[in-house]
């Protein structure tokens, strides 16, 4: 499984919309509002790689109010330590 975090800016007025636009997006495991320089934090997991860029691009970046993106692709597990 690959997982990548998705820090998220958002228009401030539609914050808890788009919050519960993306909890309904298959491939998005959690989604968390946060504060800093991000708005929103999503979760994606996703069985491949090639998986990562389809999410990111067709559900993410599609809901309105999103301003931009920033995404961080983790590892993929060894089975080390």
Do not use: W
């Amino acid at each position: 499984m690959i997982k990548a975090f998705v820090l998220i800016v958002v228009d401030p007025a539609r914050t808890i919309d788009v919050y519960n636009r993306l909890k309904a997006v298959d491939g998005i495991a959690e989604v968390y509002q946060v504060m800093g320089p991000y708005d929103i934090v999503a979760v994606v997991e996703v069985p491949n790689l090639t998986d990562v860029p389809a999410v990111i691009s067709r559900h993410i970046r599609a809901v309105e109010g999103i301003e931009s993106t920033t995404t961080c692709v983790t590892f993929p597990e060894n089975g080390g330590s």
